[in-house]
């Protein structure tokens, strides 16, 4: 994997808990990471409202900061590009759904092409938006014009939410598999939820990253996330 | 149709085309956004029309004006947008007119912040403008939920020509559940609106007004609304969670019954009996459901995204019989599981000093 990981794709389709769980996993082998929440399309759930037990576990977490972090303002902090530059380590994107998501990332591909990246494009079948071939087609293309970067790889995210059966899985994979073949692009790795990683890993073909939900409505969380999240 | 994964917004939305809806008129605010985006992009494909008008107050009167020519026609805004609507909420009430409005609440009072909140209830339940009216104003907590009574809002503002209010919070708009819908092939009947402003070819005109400069007849049109508001009674929709016994009965409406549902079932297992009753219908208020799951309780506690608004209504319809508490956060802040459960049991061992 490159120094730089950009997590793209569908408005929904996973992308920040996705490259949460990522991160823990890096900062759990060691190593620097930067998580850099380009996020200017969601209000809510987004990766900043966990940056205290991010930054308790070694992820430094990229926001505009201060009072604009609680506003809905297309404000990307000036510390992307100081990251971009000088930054040692792992650095994550999590970019903001759609095309308009990819936008904001588009203002940094010069810089992001010069250094080298992997982009990769996060996929679930059950977001009715890209539930065929044809919509995914649509929206990876979409995604690139307007980030003025290329994917490189998909990342297999087929899920219903915290409601996911295990069947629900594995009627997901193989969608997720034939739209890859759509897209001529390789599947990178395979997000599954905890409950299921183990279970299932024997079955999918390349890595497998167990994905914990890290933002959740409040009556999902359990006891003591919401103190270990912020502390006041 | 299979489970899709959707936001509560973009769940709605879908749900109102379901439902017949064509039309929208809307202006953007967060945390609703999904609403407008995804229907600005599924209504031109059914043949409707989406319009962002240029702000809130001109939305609301394309709203009255579809409305009063027979469309299914729906707006959706959050708490600020919502405000800018109540002038022509209530000629829409005033005129009789069925239509759908959301409100997907944040934090106020004014701009406020743009993180959940449920301080609208009194606006949705009292009337909201000015005038003696009420909304229909369903409260669902789950995005099936807001997909499922979708088809009854529009139903019940053709049945009783009235404004419903779908009155959700940020959580529910932003939040993503798996979700079924019905089957598109319901071919749907709708209401029959020999009243519209379809043309007037061949028969009396129709007229759409809320005007009555005769003092007299306004009377009898405000006797008229409020017996109509008396039959709307009927409507009322509730759920009752672990009720049966329960000594501490907690009452909250949308995401706030979800928080507490989760702190009975922490409150159960620590022995304590506890229960949730979740009005549906905000009004009509389901007076008679609640006085039923609160006759053996000791305690009622309310749970809510406001400084204490559902509680009033909640001791009003209880008849101040049994002791009524609030726990709310606002601004944004949204209630945990753990602080709920601590009054549960707070008010579980209330008295027991006393009577050792």
């Given at each position: 994997m490159?120094?730089i990981?950009?997590?793209t794709?569908?408005?929904g389709?996973?992308k920040?808990?996705?490259?949460?769980n990522?991160?823990l996993t890096?900062?759990?082998?060691?190593?620097t990471v930067h998580?850099?929440d380009?996020?200017?399309?969601k209000?809510?759930?987004?990766s900043?409202?966990?940056?205290?037990?991010?930054?308790?576990?070694g992820?430094?977490?990229i926001?505009?900061?201060?009072?604009?972090?609680?506003?809905d303002?297309p404000v990307?902090s000036?510390?992307?590009?100081?990251?971009?530059?000088?930054a040692e380590?792992?650095?994550?994107f999590?970019?903001?759904?759609d095309?308009?998501?990819?936008?904001?990332?588009?203002?940094?591909a010069?810089?992001i092409e010069?250094?080298g990246?992997?982009?990769l494009?996060?996929?679930?079948?059950?977001r009715?938006?890209t539930k065929?071939?044809a919509?995914v087609?649509?929206?990876?293309?979409?995604?690139?014009?307007?980030?003025?970067l290329?994917v490189s790889?998909?990342?297999?995210n087929?899920?219903?939410?915290?409601?996911?059966?295990?069947?629900?899985?594995?009627?997901?994979l193989?969608?997720?598999q034939?739209m890859?073949?759509?897209?001529e692009?390789?599947i990178s790795?395979t997000?599954?939820?905890e409950?299921?990683?183990?279970?299932?890993?024997?079955?999918?073909?390349?890595?497998?990253q167990?994905?914990r939900?890290?933002l959740?409505?409040p009556?999902?969380?359990?006891?003591g996330?919401?103190?270990?999240?912020?502390?006041? | 149709?299979?489970?899709?994964l959707?936001?509560?917004?973009?769940?709605?939305?879908?749900a109102?085309?379901?439902?017949g809806?064509r039309?929208f008129?809307g202006?953007p605010?967060?945390p609703?956004?999904?609403i407008?985006?995804?229907l600005a992009?599924?209504l031109p494909?059914?043949?409707?029309?989406?319009?962002?008008?240029?702000?809130?107050?001109?939305a609301?009167n394309?709203?009255?004006?579809a409305?009063?020519?027979g469309?299914r026609?729906?707006t959706s805004?959050?708490s600020p947008?919502i405000s800018?609507?109540?002038?022509g909420i209530?000629?829409?009430a005033?005129a009789e007119?069925?239509?759908?409005?959301?409100n997907?609440?944040r934090?106020?009072?004014?701009l406020?912040?743009?993180q959940?909140a449920q301080?609208d209830?009194f606006q949705a339940?009292?009337g909201?403008g000015?005038g003696?009216y009420?909304l229909l104003?369903?409260a669902?907590a789950t995005?099936?939920?807001?997909v499922d009574?979708m088809g009854?809002?529009f139903?019940?503002a053709?049945?009783y020509?009235?404004p419903?209010?779908i009155?959700?919070?940020g959580i529910?708009?932003?939040?993503?559940e798996g979700?079924?819908?019905?089957?598109e092939?319901?071919?749907l009947?709708l209401a029959?609106k020999?009243?519209a402003?379809t043309?007037?070819?061949?028969?009396?005109?129709?007229?759409?007004n809320?005007?009555?400069l005769?003092p007299?007849?306004?009377?009898?049109?405000n006797?008229h609304?409020?017996?109509?508001?008396d039959?709307?009674?009927?409507?009322v929709l509730?759920?009752?969670?672990?009720?049966?016994?329960a000594?501490?009965v907690?009452?909250g409406?949308?995401?706030?019954?979800r928080?507490?549902?989760?702190?009975?079932d922490?409150?159960?297992?620590?022995g304590?009996k506890?229960?949730l009753?979740?009005?549906i219908?905000l009004?009509?208020?389901?007076k008679?459901?609640l006085?039923?799951?609160c006759?053996q309780?000791?305690?009622v506690?309310t749970?809510e995204m406001?400084?204490?608004?559902?509680?009033?209504?909640?001791?009003?319809n209880?008849?101040?019989k049994?002791p009524v508490?609030?726990y709310?956060?606002?601004g944004?802040m949204?209630?945990?599981?753990?602080?709920?459960?601590e009054?549960?049991?707070?008010w579980?061992?209330s008295?027991?000093e006393?009577?050792?």
């Amino acid at each position: 994997m490159a120094q730089i990981e950009i997590y793209t794709g569908h408005f929904g389709s996973g992308k920040t808990e996705v490259v949460l769980n990522r991160a823990l996993t890096y900062a759990g082998q060691g190593e620097t990471v930067h998580l850099v929440d380009l996020d200017i399309v969601k209000p809510y759930f987004r990766s900043r409202e966990v940056r205290y037990f991010l930054n308790q576990r070694g992820v430094y977490l990229i926001t505009p900061g201060g009072e604009l972090e609680n506003a809905d303002l297309p404000v990307i902090s000036p510390k992307v590009l100081g990251t971009l530059t000088s930054a040692e380590g792992k650095i994550l994107f999590d970019v903001g759904g759609d095309s308009m998501g990819a936008t904001a990332l588009g203002a940094f591909a010069q810089l992001i092409e010069r250094q080298g990246y992997e982009m990769l494009f996060v996929l679930n079948p059950y977001r009715p938006f890209t539930k065929d071939n044809a919509m995914v087609i649509n929206m990876l293309n979409d995604i690139e014009a307007a980030s003025r970067l290329k994917v490189s790889g998909i990342i297999s995210n087929p899920n219903l939410g915290r409601g996911t059966l295990l069947e629900d899985l594995r009627l997901g994979l193989p969608l997720v598999q034939e739209m890859a073949k759509a897209l001529e692009l390789p599947i990178s790795w395979t997000a599954i939820t905890e409950r299921y990683s183990d279970l299932l890993a024997a079955e999918i073909e390349g890595p497998v990253q167990a994905v914990r939900n890290y933002l959740l409505p409040p009556w999902e969380l359990e006891e003591g996330q919401v103190f270990q999240m912020d502390p006041k | 149709m299979a489970k899709v994964l959707m936001k509560g917004n973009e769940a709605l939305g879908e749900a109102a085309i379901r439902a017949g809806c064509r039309y929208f008129f809307g202006y953007p605010i967060t945390p609703q956004n999904e609403i407008p985006q995804y229907l600005a992009k599924r209504l031109p494909e059914v043949g409707g029309v989406f319009l962002q008008a240029e702000s809130e107050i001109a939305a609301i009167n394309m709203v009255y004006g579809a409305a009063g020519s027979g469309a299914r026609v729906m707006t959706s805004s959050s708490s600020p947008g919502i405000s800018l609507k109540q002038e022509g909420i209530t000629y829409i009430a005033g005129a009789e007119l069925p239509c759908v409005i959301v409100n997907m609440q944040r934090g106020g009072p004014g701009l406020g912040s743009i993180q959940p909140a449920q301080s609208d209830y009194f606006q949705a339940v009292k009337g909201g403008g000015h005038g003696d009216y009420k909304l229909l104003v369903l409260a669902p907590a789950t995005i099936q939920e807001m997909v499922d009574m979708m088809g009854k809002a529009f139903d019940l503002a053709d049945e009783y020509r009235n404004p419903v209010m779908i009155l959700g919070d940020g959580i529910l708009g932003q939040m993503m559940e798996g979700v079924e819908f019905p089957a598109e092939e319901t071919a749907l009947t709708l209401a029959e609106k020999p009243w519209a402003t379809t043309g007037a070819k061949g028969r009396k005109p129709n007229l759409i007004n809320s005007l009555f400069l005769d003092p007299v007849e306004l009377e009898q049109h405000n006797h008229h609304l409020q017996r109509k508001y008396d039959r709307m009674a009927k409507e009322v929709l509730w759920e009752n969670y672990r009720t049966d016994d329960a000594e501490v009965v907690l009452v909250g409406y949308g995401s706030s019954a979800r928080i507490a549902k989760a702190a009975v079932d922490l409150a159960r297992a620590h022995g304590i009996k506890a229960g949730l009753f979740r009005p549906i219908t905000l009004f009509p208020f389901p007076k008679a459901a609640l006085q039923e799951a609160c006759k053996q309780a000791n305690h009622v506690l309310t749970v809510e995204m406001s400084m204490g608004q559902l509680v009033e209504d909640v001791r009003y319809n209880l008849e101040f019989k049994v002791p009524v508490h609030f726990y709310g956060r606002s601004g944004g802040m949204v209630p945990t599981t753990r602080a709920v459960l601590e009054e549960i049991i707070r008010w579980a061992h209330s008295g027991e000093e006393d009577k050792a």
